[in-house]
């Protein structure tokens, strides 16, 4: 997986904040799943325009971290959640 991909939320599938778990979650169709911070945080910034690195660029600065650290990560994340089909990718 390269930085240079976007990530886009697919039809169907959201974030919700859960009133009655006090949680953030991520809606797809027939499923739900619950976000830490951290994964809150990455699909925030999910907007369908911004790359893998833009993203990453910019919570290293919001959170005062090493980029490429971030960078992993949102790689990690992002391509889990691929696997699991509630996200997709664009190229840049």
Do not use: C
């Not at 994964?39 to 290293?60: F, K, M, Q, Y």
């Not at 960078?71 to 391509?79: C, G, L, M, P, Q």
Request: glycine fraction near 6%; avoid cysteine.
């Amino acid at each position: 997986m390269t930085s240079a991909r976007i990530p886009v939320l697919p039809r169907g599938v959201r974030l919700h904040f859960d009133k009655v778990r006090g949680q953030n979650v991520l809606l797809a169709p027939e499923r739900s799943l619950f976000l830490d911070q951290t994964g809150h945080a990455i699909l925030s910034e999910v907007d369908g325009r911004r790359t893998i690195a833009d993203i990453a660029g910019h919570l290293a600065v919001k959170y005062n971290a090493p980029k490429d650290a971030i960078a992993n990560d949102i790689n990690e994340f992002v391509e889990d959640l691929a696997n699991k089909r509630v996200l997709e990718f664009t190229d840049a």
